[in-house]
C-alpha cells in the first residue's frame, strides 16, 4: 500500500493471466485499513470511486472463471454503488464502486459491531 492506494506486483513466474487481472484490477484502488477474520476465510476491503470501473473490472474477473468465484451485487433500483467479490479458498477480496474509503469503512465499522452483538 502507497499512501492508502493498493500496489500488486507478481514475481516473473506467476501465471500471466492472473497476474494481469489482479494487477489491473486492484491496483490505484484505495486498500481499506480493515480486514476479518471469520470462519477459516479472510476478508480484505478495497474501494474504486468511479462506479462506471466495476463493469470493466468485472469484465477483466471474467477472465479468471473456474479459478475464483466472482460475484456481483448493486444497490436496489439505484445507482448508488456496486460491490464485487473475489472468493478463492481462504480470501475474499470485497471490492465497493462509487464510494469513497472514509464511507466505507464506517459502514465495515457499523456492520461489524451489528454481527459482534449478536
Not at 7 to 21: E, K, S, Y
Request: glycine share 4%; charged share 25%; no cysteine.
Amino acid at each position: 500500500r502507497v499512501e492508502g492506494k493498493a500496489v500488486v506486483t507478481a514475481t516473473p513466474l506467476a501465471n500471466h493471466i492472473f497476474r494481469d487481472v489482479i494487477m489491473s484490477v486492484f491496483n490505484n484502488s484505495h486498500f481499506l485499513d480493515l480486514s476479518f477474520y471469520s470462519h477459516s476465510t479472510y476478508s480484505f476491503f478495497f474501494v474504486k470511486d468511479e462506479l462506471w470501473r466495476a463493469k470493466e473490472d468485472r469484465n477483466q474477473l471474467n477472465r479468471l472463471a473456474g479459478e475464483v468465484n466472482v460475484t456481483q451485487t448493486s444497490s436496489e433500483g439505484s445507482d448508488k454503488y456496486i460491490d464485487v467479490r473475489l472468493r478463492t479458498k481462504y480470501a475474499v477480496a470485497h471490492i465497493r464502486y462509487g464510494t469513497t474509503p472514509r464511507a466505507e469503512t464506517k459502514r465495515l465499522v457499523k456492520h461489524a459491531k451489528k454481527m459482534t452483538v449478536r
